[in-house]
């Protein structure tokens, strides 16, 4: 139990297009999901949570006008690049959360790796 | 605030030797300890957490982690390492009594098991 799947795994863009990354929650419902942003070598750092229903909150530092996030059901929660630059190339990683089947755990996606060219 | 101390980059120990990777904390109040193991190119997989109760937690593929409070430690901890455990590791904590958005994340260690 506790899947999350990501969508698409890895994609590559031209400068100036958006980029939409979906995360599902395949056998529970999410109440909570969060969005991270993974550089090499280095640790996750959240950039926003999403409430099913409600807007997302976001960390400090991070631009809500360029990374737009949908959280429409318990199981779906998409995250929006939009005008991508080359700077925005990193490691997206979406994670899960809810009273079942552990509560409270943070279950993760496999990540989507985004290059913009 | 709270933060998480990985003191090693890097942890390397030969197949079937006991490994560790060791972990400390920093929170305001109980903690709620996790550790997750990730592959290349992929997400965190859940290994263990501590809540309350037992101080040592037995987890996911073997390994097991003690929480020892006096030395706000979580070290990771596995009897006989295999050439397949190699990944990177994160330790993660936040304060029991806060949500899920609290969790912080430790710099990662990672693990080489040599054959």
């Known amino acids: 139990g506790a899947v999350v799947s990501q969508h698409p795994s890895r994609v590559i863009c031209k400068s100036g297009t958006s980029v939409k990354i979906e995360c599902r929650s395949l056998d529970f419902q999410a109440t909570t999901m969060f969005w991270y942003r993974q550089f090499p070598k280095k640790s996750l750092m959240l950039m926003a949570t999403s409430n099913e229903g409600s807007k997302a909150t976001y960390e400090q530092g991070v631009e809500k006008d360029k990374f737009l996030i949908n959280h429409a059901s318990l199981t779906l929660s998409t995250l929006t690049v939009t005008s991508a630059h080359p700077e925005d190339s990193s490691f997206y990683i979406c994670?899960?959360?809810?009273?079942?089947?552990?509560?409270?755990?943070?279950?993760f996606g496999p990540g989507t790796r985004l290059t913009v060219l | 605030a709270q933060s998480v101390a990985q003191p090693e980059d890097q942890v390397n120990v030969a197949e079937g030797n006991p490994l560790t990777v060791k972990c400390t904390y920093s929170?305001?109040?109980?903690?709620?300890l996790f550790w997750y193991v990730q592959y290349p190119n992929r997400g965190l997989q859940f290994l263990l957490k501590y809540i309350t109760g037992d101080n040592l937690v037995k987890g996911s593929y073997g390994f097991e982690a003690e929480f020892n409070k006096s030395q706000t430690s979580f070290h990771l901890k596995k009897p006989s390492a295999l050439v397949s455990d190699s990944a990177l590791y994160f330790c993660?904590?936040?304060?029991?009594?806060?949500?899920?958005?609290?969790?912080?994340f430790g710099s990662g260690t990672q693990l080489t098991v040599l054959p």
């Open positions: 929170v305001s109040g109980n903690p709620y």
């Open positions: 993660a904590v936040r304060p029991l009594s806060g949500s899920a958005r609290q969790l912080t």
């Open positions: 994670s899960a959360s809810s009273t079942a089947p552990v509560t409270d755990t943070q279950y």
